[in-house]
């Protein structure tokens, strides 16, 4: 019987569908196990063979983990919120959810084709109203808590205004904004208000504040530093300028000493740890103040008498190195700059600040060779000197990491001495035996510090608490430990965003009631921002909230409307009337991690109208114990996620801590590009072995017009590139050959394979195991769409296994040895390369089974019914046809995983070499306990053996049992 793959998988597709074989049950008695894939985004594009890899193996896992007796969840769904949607949408004017809705039908069809074990009952979609209702309510939440540093846990909001109006805030440690007021309990009680949910808003785990920002003109939005690569949008390639504007942020900063603990007890690669602790960016040392000087200090203050004086404050992990301080330099952006920055100085100073805000901070960052900076014509105050130290700024400082300002040393630090020496600054020497000439520099620990009454014969740590000490007492600093990670900004300027549950009255946020969310996107005419500048949801002409009656009214029932030119989220010139109770609402949406940062809560009770997850369904299922996924979200995504989590846990929503208990980073499936040359300046096209020289520009051809020897259809690529149609080809022997050459899958490179063809022509369960056998899971490696043959022919292999000519046959009649030892020692190897994630190698035994029991001529069903089981995570198409006619009424699924028996590879017969005179002539199976004597006489009786001694007599026989026997004759 032919192996008809196609109707064998559209049948068992169908049945799993139908009899929604992959439920998973929220009150099994069974153990639970949870498998998640990251949430993928639905594009137009549909899925490459790259994109299914990570799916194929938590698939194998998952379906492992069933036959093992699991009660296993393994969801699906759609991070459906995003830019691509809105670029889209701009450009056709098409609504995003149209696109898409089209997207992700797309999507499904191709994810059932391969067949996906997925629980399809709990699908979320981020875009989907009842779902964002519950990303609203959990941003709500956020709003109205706390973080109380001093139980190191967030708290509800209600409970700091209780220790405000009974004691004030002068012992309250909380996370907060850094120019927070001290303020009695009775000063409390006379705020008014406004002026109470002002401090409030200093306090909260989301909150408004001005900050620095990618802010990309064309697409009308801010980007997050993931968005950015080489100083442009990742998506569409344009400029991204830094730009102060006022953003919803989210105070993640607050739990980045517990998000860099958690990381121990998670099971993740070190790799994938330590970009988050290098992400997290932990640093012991100080804050250091320095004080203006002078003419700079009057000019800021207006007055060098006045109490308080204005300072730049400085987080150091090396305070000790302060005597070596010469200069000192801000982030152009800073606030101080603009203030202290003198009259013959700004026009230089303005030039720089706007040459700065065109690159991206990560590009300044990476950028180490760039010596660049201008002199303020400042100055401040020395901590212990008193000395004047001339105040630069360079673009090498970043406004958002530490205070924006650093004391530069540059006879310690490799960025500070190149900046001093190209620009002629002062380099003194605090340190012994060191010649600060030279390129390599000290600043480590147990360097000893000299040059320094004050530090004299001190070694490292010594001299590090005395200068703490010293700014503690004379008030010009404190020791501090700091961290890379900032707060996070939560704004977005699109349209196709999950909308703030906010409006505003005389400016301030108030949260919508959460009886009446989800707050909807409204309908707009166009997707880009206001001629004034304001976000998109600015287009919206119904986009007021009515308190009264608790729904969305038309912007007329507003006073009077003004516009925020920077596209800003607090339109604060807006004013209710009086009497309707009706007031602006937010115009930013949520970026798209919002969604994505508690979606496998959802999957655990989705459908749920009343909680974003019951408790009885998180505490079965606690937190997902498999999740597999793409290394780009080593930092944004995962901290994200773990940073709800643990709030989520605070609040006492969830009983964990961390979302994702062990994590696998799968790696890249590459493309095979393919190559034609063209001639530079000519319209020829030259064979990839007749050319000569360097001139020929190379040029991407689709690689569906090139067949397996390389060869490019002509006709074919004239059409479709019609710019060549009337180009000329040189071949070779008429054909022209291409080159090749392996790259990124991706659309622009041409070389992207359909999984759809794949499955035409091979099959799904070929794909699937043609996947795994390209190579380690986390590795990357090349699609070759050439080498799939080999293990669509194992498929029919196995396939013939099970059927003697055209019909299904198997034998009740005992298994051999020989067949048993193969199933088992194949029982033993899969499962321990399922459970290291090991799936290339499972393929590659799964391999040498079959042929063994081929040549074993094996049909036996002891041997060939748990076969089907054990293959069926990898291939489930085929297993369950073959399950099925073995007569079993119920879905392989439900089989229980084969047992390894270690007594079927026990050896109980030895192969020995038969040796005449030292050289071996033949061999012969013997048992294993058979006696010395017995082994002899069953040797000499050998018509093989008779043959070699040809009537004579042996003069010895050597046996050593177990090992050899050796004939002198």
Known sequence: MSYHFNKIEEKWQKYWAENQTFKAKNDSEKPKYYVLDMFPYPSGAGLHVGHPLGYIASDIYARYKRHKGFNVLHPQGYDSFGL???????????????????NIARYREQLDKIGFSFDWSREVRTSEPDYYKWTQWIFIQLFESWYDQEADKSRPISELEEIFASEGNSRVNAACDDDVEEFSAEDWKAYSHDEKDQVLLKYRLTYLAEAEVNWCPQLGTVLANDEIVNGVSERGGYPVVRKKMTQWSMRISAFAERLLQGLNNID????????????????????VHFNLYGETLKQVQGDASSASQPKISVFTTRPDTIFGVSFMTLAPEHELVQKIT????????QAYIEATAKRSERERMADVKTISGVFTGAYAEHPFTKEPVPIWIGDYVLAGYGTGAVMAVPCGDQRDHDFARHFDLPIPNIFENVDVSEEAFVGKEGTVIANSDFLSGLEYKEALQKVILELEKTGQGYGKTNYRLRDAVFSRQRYWGEPFPVYYVNGLPKMIDLDHLPLRLPEVEKYLPTETGEPPLGNATDWAWDTKNNKVVSNKMLKQVQHDEDGGVTPSGVEASEDNGVYPLELNTMPGWAGSSWY??????????DRFVSEEAQQYWENVDLYIGGSEHATGHLLYSRFWTKFLHDRGWLTVEEPFRKLINQGMILGTSAFVYRLEGENVF??????????????????????????LDIEAFKKWRPEFADAKFLTEDGKYIVGREVEKMSKSKYNVVNPDEICKDYGADTLRMYEMFLGPLDQAKPWNTAGITGVHNFLKKLWKLYHNGEEFYVSDEKASADSLKSLHKTIKKVTEDIEDFSFNTSVSTFMICVNELSAQKCDSIEVLEPLAVLIAPYAPHIA?????????SESVTTATYPVYEEKYLVESTKNYPVSFNGKMRFTKELPLDMGKDDIEKNVLEDERTKNQLDGSTPKKVIVVPGKIINIVI
């Open 880 to 888: 369950e046809e073959l399950w099925e006619k073995l007569g079993n």
């Open 268 to 287: 993740w690669t070190e790799s994938l740890k330590e970009s988050q602790r290098n992400w997290i960016g932990k640093s012991v040392g100080a804050m």
């Open 342 to 349: 003198t009259e013959d100085r700004k026009e230089e100073v």
């Open 84 to 102: 691509p949607a809105e670029q889209y949408a701009i450009q056709t004017g098409q609504h995003p959810a149209v696109t898409t809705e089209n």
């Open 686 to 711: 030259v064979s990839k072995n007749q050319i000569k020289g360097n001139n020929v520009q190379p040029i991407h051809a689709d690689v569906s017009l090139v067949n397996a020897s390389d060869e």
């Open 600 to 609: 496998l809560f959802r999957y655990m009770d989705a459908g749920n109208p």
